[in-house]
């Protein structure tokens, strides 16, 4: 049996690069997904709502979890051949685009119904409206809470060891195998997820004070 040393220490920091790839390609894919998402749900066209809106309720409604093994396991049932980078990066940006569409439709109502109705009563289109008028605004307000959901995604990457993903907690998991310390693994696991969401829980806190501040004035 193997006693946790630097080794170990090492071969669990090491595995947090895979964790923040992996954060990053969720975090990127989810947006431009989010972004279709919250224009969908704001449209002026009835089927894009409703397919938006179930889009939403499919993804906020089941687990991430079980997204996970559905397209891990599933897709080779259908045909085709899937690693766990793949499949992992999928779920997560498919995961992620519901949640921050979700997050930046209530950014874009909350504009003043009075820039919309200014942006209407110049005769932009709904596409001029929103690229011109709303959006501009709407970036300010989505800034801290986009921020704080960044923490969730670095969370949730940790379910990616199900499928054999080595980031830091199937690191930890195999860490924890040939040196049966569970304690001290998990405990540094842990402390790794401290160190990378504190400084953007810390941000978005302090972003959401400043746009409280402003609103005040």
């Known amino acids: 049996m193997r006693t946790f040393g630097t080794p170990e220490f090492l071969f669990i920091l090491e595995a947090a690069r895979w964790t923040l790839a992996l954060s990053v390609i969720a975090f990127i894919g989810g947006a431009i997904g989010g972004l279709a998402i919250a224009l969908s749900r704001t449209s002026d066209v009835a089927l894009l709502r409703a397919m938006s809106a179930g889009f939403i309720q499919l993804f906020q409604g089941t687990p991430l979890l079980l997204q ?15 690693n ?12 992620s685009s519901a ?13 003043p119904r009075g ?5 209407e009563a110049l005769s932009l289109s709904y596409r001029s409206r929103m690229r011109d008028v709303v959006l501009p605004q709407a970036l300010r307000i989505a800034v801290a809470p ?33 040196t049966f310390q569970p304690l001290v693994v998990f405990s540094v696991v842990a402390a790794i997820y401290f160190v990378l969401c504190w400084p953007l829980s810390l941000l978005a806190a302090r972003m959401e004070r400043r746009h409280k501040a402003a609103l005040a004035r």
């Open 68 to 82: 996970l093994f559905l397209i891990f396991f599933g897709a080779p049932v259908l045909g085709f051949d899937i």
């Open 115 to 119: 820039q919309w109705e200014a942006a």
């Open 84 to 95: 766990p980078w793949i499949a992992a990066g999928t779920a997560l940006v498919l995961n």
């Open 99 to 111: 949640f921050l569409g979700q997050i930046w439709r209530g950014c874009i109502e909350a504009v």
């Open 146 to 178: 986009t921020v704080g959901y960044m923490v969730q995604i670095i969370k949730g990457t940790s379910l990616a060891a199900i499928i054999g993903f080595t980031e830091v907690t199937r690191a930890g998991q195999i860490i924890n195998n040939a």
